[in-house]
């Protein structure tokens, strides 16, 4: 049953297994305590933090453990924020960062501080020089992934690293989908990581602050990890978190090319077997095994389950499948399609016939989505002529029934005429759009209507 | 080897160790995920809850799984004062809680609350009524621990409880130490604990949050367990506390007896064994497994090398163990001797051997340590008569120096007389009064000199 969904979380690599059983019963002591348990245990934790310290490329002294890649982020931004608050309070995040980043910068305005969220392009990434543009004389701090979760896009890091450095602000590298692939290039200052994105154990983090740069840990003292990180180690999942990060970099090079290939087939070959699909993310710099898709006319949640039945595990971004109805803030940031979205990313060791199977099964699980969405039984939405203008009612509808009845409504209006559209599916503001582009025509623009907003579509072709 | 230092962390349980191993295949994914591995990760981690909702007496939904028990508290104190921020911002804590609990009250005090410490008795005890007349109408939170982590000492958390309640402030219970043993009585409001405690993997906290209390978590949004706690679940080590939790519950009664026993056995043989020893904590209201001592002329940390050589593993609230050179707070706030402390607890199964072991060396490792401390290589402190006043000068000793020249220069005085000790040793300012206490000496007081704090005892006898 295959499991593409490694970018959520990668099943136990086995070394890390492994290394997990055997420090189960040396490393459960603390390793602040003088007896032998306690030293067994420091030497255990000292040893894990110089093999993680070499894989990231920093010092061991730089580098606390966290519970979680989550910790790590709302740590490093809290604290380097602290850190510079004589400099200033401006915060530099971009558009398509994790929730832990923008939540991170969310507290920090919530608390009077400024944010500047800087826009991607449609492939989701940053354009250096609109990054550097919004650093100012009062930030305190940048952030920057060094690829992107949900598209897989890799980010510029080492040029947005250089800018800053050059400006004195400390650039934080949210690096949790990329360090099991390689180390960060640049010249950054802080950097963050989740070990269960590397078949990790679940509960390790990594928070690498480089000497010099300012830092004041917030909430409570507490003496664990140099005062980064509270809590008493867990040191079995630390050790195997190391143990799995030189795993999987030894193995890097080799599994990269390999599952790239692999990506690069879906990325060929859905638009082909799948009509009316988009595939997003940048085609060239991009992490080797995530691909993303979005499907015209498909509801993502019901998608995922279509697929589930037919044995592969995937992740969406789509409205859908979020419990809070509204479509990821990645997609919206690129302006790309939302509905019927699809991440496919492959764990390391994902075999090609697993690939070719899912390829195999896709197109009729996209049809069985839009034949249930399409069929009467469903219901039409109402349109009604209004002077030159074909009003579609999709208030109360949830994507992607909107853009449907869109599609449905366009062929019945000359050229040059327009359908107005009337949703209040917060993502129809997204993938309404997203289809003009898709299909040529025009998209006209959004404006309040007596129930949910009206979109305007106007008829090229 | 015996490991006589549970409160600081027990071995990893049989049953830990088995659910973890189960698990590690089965929870390792994302339970917010609708795909297969998702649902088999929910549904281990539901079963975590109940089981350990169970285990302490609450409703699943009001106990949210930490990465620590230092999380659980920082994130419930700081929770439960926000969301009591109308009522006022005053907190009251007991003078010996843990110092994830001390040190938030010391980030509420730098964020501009106020803080109340409750003192205790000479057996680690709060008096009730004196913590209830700490109540005041601006009192947002109060904060007992069930048992302490350093003497064994239960606290009257039922009456406190009560107490609370009827002022209409909610109760937070730090339950690390106790849990294990049974549900905390009382009406509480909010409970933490830590599974590391019980046998469970390192990585575990609870927060338990009763229904209706105010509660508004700090720190960035994330929408994992009930917002209560940021990142990724750590599900095989939640399986396996709450598994261990009710392993060792269903022996907690069995074991609670045979613990107290062999506790009760050190309580009294240790003063036979070894002159100039106060067994300090409760005699009956403490936990099974935890008794302390402190030894008169003898430097913990040495001690502890002493008895690390001779194969046991303890622990001490010495100053000299700690790397701040402080005396134990705990220690402190009960105005016992501190120095030579130790601390054993015994692990759950503790053979009667391994005890009558431990007593069999310690009298010979406490008369080593003393022989080292008093042997002429370390030199006497100058003492100097000036008028009818005998000055002993241990400035820059540090402890139990200051205590040891006391005690050799209190038989050149004559009755009736003084020694002013000259020390800058912290620990000097409780050791003195306690020796005093323990030898029928008068304690007249400090004052400041010249160099250090100048500490008067007039010879009684």
């Known amino acids: 049953m295959p499991y593409f969904d490694a970018a959520s979380a990668a099943p136990l690599h086995a070394v890390a297994r492994q290394a997990l059983l055997a420090s189960l019963d040396e490393g459960w002591a603390d390793p602040a305590r003088l ?62 960062e994790h929730s832990s980043v923008l939540h991170s910068a969310e507290a920090h305005e919530a608390a009077g501080g400024t944010v500047t969220r800087v826009a991607v392009d449609r492939t989701g990434r940053v354009d250096p020089s609109a ?42 590298v949210d690096a949790a989908q990329s360090l099991g692939w390689g180390p960060v290039e ?32 917030q909430g409570p003292v507490d003496e664990r990890e140099s005062g980064r990180s509270a809590g008493f180690e867990n040191i079995p999942a630390i050790v195997a978190a190391a143990a799995s990060l030189r795993a999987v970099r030894a193995e890097a090079a080799e599994e990269a090319r390999r599952l790239r290939e692999l990506t690069e087939r879906i990325r060929a070959r859905v638009p082909a077997l799948v009509p009316d699909v988009e595939v ?24 995922l389950h279509e697929l589930d039945r037919a044995g592969f595990s ?80 999709a208030v109360g509808r949830r994507c992607p029934i909107p853009v449907i009845e869109l599609a449905k409504a366009i062929g019945e209006v000359p050229v040059g005429s327009t359908v107005r559209v009337l949703a209040d599916d917060e993502a129809a503001r997204l993938d309404i759009p997203a289809w003009c582009e898709m299909r040529g025509q025009e998209y006209a623009g959004e404006e309040p209507a007596d129930r949910g907003r009206a979109y305007l579509v106007r008829r090229l072709s």
Not at 74 to 92: C, D, K, N, P, T
Not at 134 to 162: F, I, K, Y
């Open 35 to 96: 007896y032998r348990e306690g030293r067994r245990a420091r030497l255990l934790l000292d040893a894990a933090r110089e093999a993680a310290a070499e894989a990231v490329g920093c010092r061991p002294d730089e580098l606390s453990f966290t519970p979680s890649g989550t910790r790590a982020v709302h740590l490093g931004v809290a604290g380097a924020l602290a850190g510079r608050r004589r400099s200033g309070r401006h915060l530099i995040v971009s558009a398509v």
């Open 131 to 172: 990054y550097t543009a919004a650093l100012r004389p009062d930030t305190a701090l940048a952030c920057l992934q060094s690829a992107n979760h949900e598209v897989g896009t890799e980010q510029p890091v080492a040029e947005v690293a250089g800018a800053c450095r050059a400006a004195g602000v400390p650039l934080l």
């Open 186 to 217: 640049g010249d950054w200052s802080l950097l963050t990581a989740s070990a269960h994105k590397w078949g990790g154990p679940s509960g390790v983090g990594l928070l690498v602050v480089r000497k010099g740069v300012r830092f004041a840990p």
């Open 280 to 303: 997003v993310g940048d085609p060239e710099r991009r992490l080797p095994g995530i691909v993303t898709f979005s499907c015209l006319y498909v509801d993502g949640e019901t998608l």
């Open 314 to 393: 995937v992740s969406s971004g789509s409205s859908c499948t979020s419990s809070t109805l509204t479509p990821s803030h990645v997609l919206r940031a690129m302006g790309v399609l939302s509905e019927g979205n699809v991440r496919v990313s492959l764990p390391p060791g994902t075999p090609a016939e697993d690939v070719e199977r899912f390829l195999g099964v896709l197109p009729e699980a996209v049809a069985a989505v839009r034949e249930k969405l399409g069929a009467p039984a469903a219901g039409p939405a109402a349109a009604v002529r209004e002077d030159d203008v074909l009003v579609v009612d």
